[in-house]
């Protein structure tokens, strides 16, 4: 699998759609510093699946999207596109179904990232795993950044393991195998919970079962009941039908006697419709005249409104008179107003018209000598311009001269005291004896911290043992626990069942008696039965039903001689207190020859729950209520309120057991993290004095070679030294020849002198001609209101004249309506005495009409009382058919009801309940109530039962399905923890293999390098750190060309460049990458050494199928490249790729 394209869409700097051909051979990428280069490396590692913002040298993942620059916004996304060659076919299984790989890396700002591999979303586990399969990867170490090189010399031989790793091809086996180890440990706790939850399981099974038993003998009375209640709905069917066919016979004879009463009232009421027919003619002639007398009254009434109208309109005409010649003058003085505004606008309107065209002269010439003056002003202005900028370019060069004057002089200074310091230092480092004597006493250190860290590990395994035996302790503790409180919890769930079943039988609105009563126990049967249902009724006044305080003076008879009352054995309410003292309790034997002993009122009852009443009512024990049940679920609720308390007190000393447990296991967790942490202060204080004896070591080999750097860095601050001098004198002979130039500063000043001058004038014939401008508009405005106004006034006089007009019309109609109410007073008195006189004829003629009609009313009302009798009758007869309907509508619901009810409960017919539960006339009792108390005996049976469970079976099943099911992935679990240990043993096994047979490559690849990269010498690697490969570190042993061997820290930083690149490329040759990006690798090198670099990496292109790029500002490098790609900024924050291919180039010139 080769990489042969990487594509960039707004990625860092690179903004544009950037496209970075991936070839064979070594390609070079070139550029000044901060134009991307880096960017480019970035997104190859960013697209192997890079998760570290850090390391992508950002605060988060988004500040790798393009953030925008001065001339371009940012952008939202980023996309980076690997393209790998898959012809070979070594890709995972999963992706090797194509030639090309295609892999995309999408980022939306806020949103996070998206892989995609040939257009299918992946996750970046997957593209991690197969760029680690191929030894490559975003840690690779094939991909070496800038400073990498100084960190693998810098790092621990633990953190260098990641290269043998690589070279053994084990990235990814290393990677599946912590993937495995997480599976094994949720796996592993998986287990433990599976089987805390199967014990609990069979726990809460066992229980069932005991429901099971119990559910199965409550569905059988629950059967036997459902039986006996079909009996009962039944015969209470048979009664409903009976009275139902009895009512109908007596409907039938009412129903004839409401015919005969209507025969009588339809006589009475032809006679009343007789008398009834000669009224209205009487009453219409008595309305004729009362109507007539009525319309002369209204008449009269009349004559009196209208001669106060006339009184009223005279009084109002002559007001509107006066009015009208108020307006007239109003009007008049109105116009004569509009004409003198006229003449007055008109004088000032030819006024200012005058004076305007003055006004326009002036405007003119102010604006001419305005327009000179600016003129003036922009000529002088770009004279002072041409000649400051000749001033200013003076000046600069004269303050560049200074300022590299004082860096001379800065220099000199720096370079006097660095010849100081130089001389000062190499005196000192003459003396190195107690140096040595310090290296000396750190081995001994190290040796005694080696003890204490192995005495240190010893006591912390011991710790370890401790804390497994406590927490054994602690498990053990917690099952007594749990079976504890899963029975306290039984407990509560009964008690909670029997004081659900306590609420439901009770009115919301008010609370029974019963509640109120205590029992001693053994007597609910005897208290139930001798008040039955009675208990159910409240002692609240408010209740329809209730219990109230007996008369003190009811006077009660005494029980039989030698029987208690039942009030000695029952705490209850004063409602009850005469009551139970009536009831007497004797035993099951004495019923029978006590019973005819009792007096009005009295019962005996016996504790069994028979009873004996005084009028021979009797109840055999046997015969359960409602009322008895109760009691005895109420006593049942005290005794679990016993157990509970029993069961929460053992619940606390097994919790408190729990506790100590857990306080043993804090202690010895607390004990080995104090072992674990005094070992881990024993490795460190190890760790310290091998690091202080390695510090040493460098400054002993580093003090050598400071000595040598010094003598070096004598003569170069020599050299330095003249070469400022020479150049400092230099300097001060061009200063002499530049002067400033004095008299073009000062015509300048001058210039600027009348240019200030020239702007005042212009700013005060600005001011002058703005005043003009402004004083010419105003009156304009004036001319044109002048205009407006002279036109409302011309409309007003106008409106004035009609309105004079109109007054003049509105008063000559006045006038003549005042002429015509003159004559009107003497016409209303002559008709006035003409209504009297018809007034009263009309009197007369009405009082003989009402004579005639209240006689011919009386005849009709005495045949109308007659006629109510009649109809009472009728009345009579048909409520009580109506009534008797009504019982036979009431007896057919009764039956209806019957019927349904036994449809409703039964699901059947009436005459279907004789098949379906067997029943006939020979086992039906004809008292419903004999029923009823078979009914109550059998509830109260059921009831004693207690709470039931009804889907206790099912529940089981559920739950032994689910321990069976729990038990099965137990199983699977188990051998999948025995699957993920041996998978693991495996991939440790084969890792194993695999570095110790690349070791030995790696060592001689390794040794090779070296010795071509220094020319001679000689280096090998090491395993330190554990015996068992897969945890062991890789130390580097070294010894350049005159030197004795010693460790990569010890060298100079040439020599730990070229080690660290030898071992780089050691591991390539040992498991070549695709792909390998040397980031300014060469840059702490020198030209001899980088030439060696060079050849080396020429060396590697020939004989391994890997592709170099490398980022480099060394010429000497650039010339061994097979490409070259240069990257600019021309836009700055904005990366651009060119490139040229050298072997092409060279070609070409050839064959020109």
């Known amino acids: 699998m080769r990489l042969t394209k990487l594509s960039l869409s707004g990625f860092k700097s690179f903004v544009e759609p950037t496209e970075f051909q991936v070839e064979k051979g070594l390609t070079g990428i070139v550029g000044p510093n901060g134009c991307g280069k880096s960017n480019l490396v970035e997104a190859l590692r960013w697209v192997m699946g890079e998760t570290s913002a850090k390391q992508m040298r950002g605060d988060g993942m988004d500040d790798v999207i393009f953030n925008g620059t001065s001339t371009r916004p940012a952008r939202n996304l980023a996309n980076v596109t690997l393209k790998l060659n898959n012809s070979d076919r070594k890709a995972p299984a999963q992706f090797n179904d194509s030639d090309e790989i295609e892999i995309t890396r999408h980022i939306e700002r806020g949103q996070g990232s998206t892989y995609t591999l040939n257009g299918l979303e992946?996750?970046?586990?997957?593209?991690?795993l197969l760029f680690a399969d191929f030894a490559t990867g975003a840690h690779s170490s094939a991909l070496v950044g800038q400073g990498q090189v100084n960190n693998l010399i810098n790092e621990k031989p633990s953190k260098r393991r990641k290269l043998l790793e690589e070279a053994s091809g084990i990235t990814g086996l290393h990677a599946r195998r912590h993937e495995a180890e997480l599976r094994?440990?949720?796996?592993?706790?998986?287990?433990?919970?599976?089987?805390?939850?199967?014990?609990?399981?069979?726990?809460?099974?066992?229980?069932?079962?005991?429901?099971?038993?119990?559910?199965?003998?409550?569905?059988?009375?629950?059967?036997?009941?459902?039986?006996?209640?079909?009996?009962?709905?039944?015969?209470?069917?048979?009664?409903?039908?009976?009275?139902?066919?009895?009512?109908?016979?007596?409907?039938?004879?009412?129903?004839?006697?409401?015919?005969?009463?209507?025969?009588?009232?339809?006589?009475?009421?032809?006679?009343?419709?007789?008398?009834?027919?000669?009224?209205?003619?009487?009453?219409?002639i008595e309305s004729e005249c009362a109507t007539t007398l009525q319309r002369l009254t209204i008449e009269h009434e009349q004559l009196d409104d209208e001669e106060r109208q006339v009184n009223t309109l005279r009084n109002s005409i002559a007001q509107n008179l006066i009015q009208i010649n108020s307006d007239i003058e109003r009007e008049q003085a109105l116009s004569k107003d509009a004409e003198e505004a006229i003449i007055l606008l008109t004088e000032e309107y030819d006024e200012l018209f005058q004076i305007s065209e003055l006004d326009y002269n002036t405007e003119s010439k102010a604006k001419s000598k305005q327009d000179s003056l600016r003129d003036e002003v922009n000529k002088l202005e770009s004279e002072i311009s041409i000649l400051l900028e000749s001033?200013?370019?003076?000046?600069?060069?004269?303050?560049?001269?200074?300022?590299?004057?004082?860096?001379?002089?800065?220099?000199?200074?720096?370079l006097r005291d660095e010849h100081k310091n130089i001389t000062e230092e190499t005196q000192i480092n003459e003396d190195d004896e107690e140096k040595n004597i310090q290296l000396t006493q750190a081995e001994q250190n190290i040796h005694t911290a080696n003890q204490d860290y192995v005495k240190a590990t010893i006591e912390a395994e011991e710790t370890k043992s401790q804390l497994k035996i406590a927490q054994n302790e602690e498990r053990q503790a917690k099952d007594t626990l749990q079976l504890l409180e899963t029975k306290g919890e039984r407990l509560h769930a009964e008690a909670n069942a029997i004081k659900g079943l306590l609420g439901q039988d009770t009115d919301d609105s008010f609370q029974s008696i019963v509640d109120n009563i205590e029992v001693d126990s053994g007597y609910e049967n005897a208290l139930g039965v001798a008040l039955g249902d009675d208990l159910q009724a409240p002692a609240d006044k408010n209740?329809?039903?209730?219990?109230?305080?007996?008369?003190?003076?009811?006077?009660?008879?005494?029980?039989?001689?030698?029987?208690?009352?039942?009030?000695?054995?029952?705490?209850?309410?004063?409602?009850?207190?005469?009551?139970?003292?009536?009831?007497?309790?004797?035993?099951?034997?004495?019923?029978?020859?006590?019973?005819?002993?009792?007096l009005l009122g009295q019962r005996l009852v016996s504790r069994e729950g028979s009873l004996w009443r005084w009028d021979g009512y009797t109840?055999?024990?046997?015969?359960?209520?409602?009322?008895?049940?109760?009691?005895?679920?109420?006593?049942?609720?005290?005794?679990?309120?016993?157990?509970?308390?029993?069961?929460?007190?053992?619940?606390?000393?097994?919790?408190?057991?729990?506790?100590?447990?857990?306080?043993?296991?804090?202690?010895?967790?607390?004990d080995m993290e104090t072992s674990l942490e005094t070992a881990t202060k024993a490795g460190h204080y190890l760790n310290k004095a091998r690091d202080l004896k390695s510090t040493l070591s460098e400054e002993a080999a580093t003090r050598l070679t400071r000595k040598e750097a010094l003598a070096e860095n004598f003569v170069r601050v020599e050299n330095e030294l003249a070469e400022t001098l020479s150049e400092k004198i230099k300097l001060e002979e061009e200063m002499a020849e530049l002067s400033v130039n004095v008299s073009r500063r000062q015509s300048l000043e001058i210039k600027r002198a009348e240019l200030d001058q020239l702007r005042l004038d212009l700013e005060k014939e600005t001011r002058i001609y703005e005043n003009t401008v402004r004083e010419l508009s105003n009156r304009k405005e004036r001319l044109v209101k002048i205009l407006s106004e002279t036109t409302v006034h011309k409309q007003q006089a106008g409106l004035a004249?009609?309105?004079?007009?109109?007054?003049?019309?509105?008063?000559?109609?006045?006038?003549?309506?005042?002429?015509?109410?003159?004559?009107?007073?003497?016409?209303?008195?002559?008709?006035?005495?003409?209504?009297?006189?018809?007034?009263?004829?009309?009197?007369?003629e009405r009082n003989e009409a009402a004579d005639n009609l209240a006689q011919a009313e009386s005849i009709l009302e005495s045949a109308e009382r007659e006629l109510k009798e009649k109809e009472a009758n009728l009345v009579s007869a048909r409520e009580l058919f109506i009534r008797e309907e009504g019982i036979h509508d009431q007896s057919k619901q009764a039956t209806d009801m019957a019927k349904n009810q036994i449809r409703e409960r039964l699901g059947c017919s009436p005459k279907d309940i004789v098949n379906n539960y067997g029943i006939n006339d020979d086992n039906i009792p004809e008292d419903a109530d004999e029923i009823e108390i078979k009914i109550q005996r059998l509830t109260k049976e059921r009831e004693n039962i207690g709470p039931v469970n009804l889907r206790a079976e099912s529940e089981a099943n559920e739950i032994e399905t689910q321990i069976e099911t729990m038990k099965t992935e137990q199983k699977d679990l188990e051998a999948a923890i025995s699957r993920l240990r041996q998978g693991i043993s495996d991939l440790n096994r084969e890792g194993r293999e695999r570095i110790i047979g690349s070791f030995t490559k790696i060592d001689e690849h390794f040794q090779s390098l070296f010795t071509k990269l220094f020319g001679g010498g000689h280096a090998h690697l090491e395993m330190v750190g554990s015996e068992d490969p897969l945890e062991a570190g890789l130390e580097i042993m070294a010894s350049p060309p005159g030197k004795r061997l010693q460790t990569l820290s010890l060298l100079s930083g040439g020599e730990k460049a070229l080690t660290a690149t030898a071992l780089i490329f050691a591991a390539f040759l040992t498991n070549p990458a695709p792909i390998c990006v040397l980031d300014e690798?060469?840059?702490?090198?020198?030209?001899?050494?980088?030439?060696?670099?060079?050849?080396?990496?020429?060396d590697l292109v020939d004989s391994t199928d890997t592709k170099f790029i490398i980022i480099t500002h060394h010429r000497m490098t650039m010339t061994k490249v097979d490409r070259l790609y240069g990257i600019t900024m021309e836009e700055k924050g904005v990366s651009q790729l060119v490139s040229v291919d050298l072997t092409e180039a060279e070609q070409w010139r050839k064959t020109v």
Not at 196 to 224: E, F, G, P
Not at 257 to 278: F, L
Not at 640 to 660: G, H, N, P, Y
Request: charged letters at 30%; a positive charge.
């Open 122 to 128: 992946v996750r970046a586990r997957d593209i991690q």
């Open 184 to 284: 094994l440990r949720g796996a592993e706790t998986n287990l433990e919970r599976l089987q805390d939850v199967i014990h609990t399981l069979d726990i809460q099974l066992n229980a069932l079962k005991r429901q099971t038993r119990q559910a199965t003998r409550y569905r059988k009375i629950s059967d036997n009941l459902k039986k006996w209640e079909a009996k009962l709905l039944y015969v209470r069917w048979l009664q409903a039908k009976q009275f139902e066919v009895s009512i109908e016979e007596r409907i039938k004879i009412a129903s004839s006697d409401v015919q005969k009463c209507s025969e009588n009232t339809a006589i009475a009421t032809n006679e009343r419709e007789s008398y009834a027919t000669k009224i209205p003619p009487l009453r219409i």
């Open 391 to 414: 001033v200013i370019s003076t000046e600069a060069r004269q303050n560049d001269f200074q300022l590299r004057k004082d860096e001379l002089n800065s220099r000199e200074i720096r």
């Open 543 to 598: 209740a329809p039903i209730h219990w109230a305080i007996p008369s003190q003076k009811l006077v009660l008879s005494d029980l039989p001689h030698g029987i208690e009352p039942l009030s000695k054995f029952v705490v209850a309410p004063n409602e009850l207190s005469k009551r139970l003292s009536q009831i007497g309790v004797i035993n099951e034997h004495e019923g029978s020859d006590l019973r005819n002993s009792l």
């Open 619 to 670: 109840v055999k024990a046997g015969a359960s209520t409602p009322a008895a049940s109760r009691l005895k679920q109420r006593n049942r609720l005290s005794e679990l309120s016993k157990e509970i308390k029993e069961s929460d007190s053992e619940c606390e000393e097994a919790r408190s057991l729990f506790k100590l447990a857990e306080q043993k296991v804090q202690k010895a967790t607390h």
């Open 801 to 844: 004249v009609q309105r004079l007009s109109e007054l003049g019309k509105r008063k000559i109609i006045a006038e003549q309506d005042k002429e015509e109410l003159e004559n009107k007073p003497q016409t209303i008195a002559a008709k006035r005495k003409l209504l009297f006189d018809q007034i009263a004829n009309s009197e007369t």
């Open 1081 to 1098: 690798v060469d840059a702490p090198l020198d030209d001899t050494n980088v030439g060696r670099f060079c050849s080396l990496i020429s």
